[in-house]
């Protein structure tokens, strides 16, 4: 029996010797392009990281904040994701507790004074690393999930605020066709004036009032589209059709210069490259765990038990007590676990692959927002330059068609170059929001 024993022992440890590559845990791999991902904007002093800032400080509107924050607090696909995450918190608790010994405890009464209780108590010597390789795969589903919760509310928070922009956009294109009709309403009277005193012609009169009404058709057209805007909005916060409190565009602030921090900061920033490799990591410890099959399982089983009869005390003879070791090696299954093996080993690599792919998917993100947020900026300015000269142009044209120095197509011209150029000023405007937004999902949202 001692030499049994000495035999078991020495197997154990050869064959832990063997096993020691499934001890180790996941580690991520070095990848060369990772300091490449984008390219850098220029760093000042005053440079706000839109990597670090959450979405309350990107987004400072008080109204835009509280339609935000009700629809963190009742989303559907939000509260969902919550869940997700304590499902994958409880298998967590269950693996951690598997590592424990388990024990059982029945008792039994006969005859009168006859009575017997038995105490089972086993523990599975995670030797190989089986057990502790599915707790290591239940915390990298834990970690996922938590990812998979931070991509929802980072999508929500973006979708959100792209909304509230757009609804308040269209006020802004909303505010600039109605004042281009009262502009309208006083080339028509100025116009009739003139044909009156006969210094230009029907024709005139006609085309002014037909412009007028081409602004009347886009204004229907605006509002139209504020009231679908207003309704998809009141959807995804899941409140009844009602109108949208919002503020004006002049009133919105931006942080005037942004980075994008460092790339390697999208590893832990961005929340489906964590997604990613946490697939990578759980699809790593079960290989581990696979592995781990190949090898003897050791279980330790004891019992104590007593009985007592027609009422008499406990006699230490009636005692019952044993212990048992058991070690089973897998013989006939080595083929199935082979094959499992197999697929476990593809398994990891497709992580692998995927894991790689979302990074380069993120940084080309990145790079489009960077470039949209730049280029809309020097729109913008280009835009406010050409609407002073425009206006310029349309105040010396009205002067001049008021002294017959100019005819009215040299007035409708200007007119409708200066409302083009007010509504692109917007839109470039809006595009430059909206690259914010999307700089803002693309690093992760803040987190």
């Known amino acids: 029996m001692n030499k049994l024993y000495k035999s078991l022992i020495l197997t154990i440890t050869i064959l832990s010797l063997h096993s020691c590559s499934l001890y180790k845990k996941y580690e991520r791999e070095q990848m060369w392009f990772v300091d490449s991902l984008y390219r850098r904007m220029e760093i000042t002093g005053d440079t706000l990281s839109a990597a670090t800032v959450a979405w309350d400080h990107m987004f400072t509107d008080p109204i835009l904040q509280e339609w935000i924050q009700l629809s963190l607090d009742y989303n559907t696909d939000l509260n969902v994701a919550r869940h997700r995450v304590q499902e994958a918190e409880a298998a967590l608790l269950s693996a951690r507790w598997a590592l424990l010994p388990g024990a059982t405890f029945t008792a ?6 006859n009575f017997s209780a038995r105490a089972d108590a086993s523990w599975q010597a995670d030797i190989f690393g089986s057990l502790r390789n599915s707790k290591r795969k239940a915390q990298a589903a834990v970690e996922q999930s938590k990812a998979y919760q931070q991509a929802v509310q980072t999508q929500l928070v973006a979708t959100i605020a792209n909304s509230y922009y757009t609804l308040v956009t269209l006020d802004e294109k909303l505010a600039i066709s109605k004042r281009t009709m009262q502009t309208w309403d006083e080339n028509i009277r100025t116009l009739e004036a003139l044909k009156r005193a006969g210094k230009t012609n029907e024709a005139a009169v006609l085309q002014a009032k037909a412009n007028k009404l ?7 057209t605006l509002e139209k589209e504020i009231l679908a805007m207003e309704n998809s909005f009141c959807a995804l916060v899941s409140i009844v059709p009602m109108p949208i409190e919002r503020s004006s565009l002049k009133d919105l602030e931006f942080p005037e210069k942004l980075s994008v921090g460092v790339p390697a900061e999208l590893l832990s920033r961005r929340p489906d490259v964590r997604q990613a490799e946490m697939a990578l990591a759980q699809t790593f410890y079960n290989v581990n765990s696979v592995k781990a099959a190949f090898y003897p399982n050791l279980t330790l089983s004891g019992a104590i038990g007593w009985t007592i009869s027609g009422g008499t005390a406990i006699d230490p003879s009636s005692m019952i007590t044993n212990f048992i070791g058991s070690l089973a090696q897998p013989i006939f299954g080595r083929g199935a676990n082979k094959a499992r093996l197999q697929a476990a080993q593809a398994q990891r690599e497709a992580a692998a692959w995927q894991f ?19 280029t809309a900026q020097k729109r913008v300015e280009l835009d406010k330059r050409q609407i002073l000269n425009l206006q310029a142009s349309v105040w010396n044209t009205q002067l001049l068609m008021k002294h017959g120095n100019a005819n009215y197509l040299e007035v409708l011209t200007a007119q409708k170059n200066l409302l083009q150029a007010e509504l692109s000023e917007v839109s470039d405007r809006f595009d ?16």
């Open 108 to 113: 039994q009464g006969g005859a009168p004074g």
């Open 214 to 220: 081409n602004v009347e058709a886009s204004v229907l």
């Open 356 to 374: 790689r792919q979302s990074l380069l998917d993120a940084g080309v993100e990145v790079n489009n927002a960077v470039t949209q947020w730049q």
């Open 432 to 447: 430059e929001i909206q690259a914010v937004i999307n700089l803002y999902q693309a690093l992760g949202g803040g987190y």
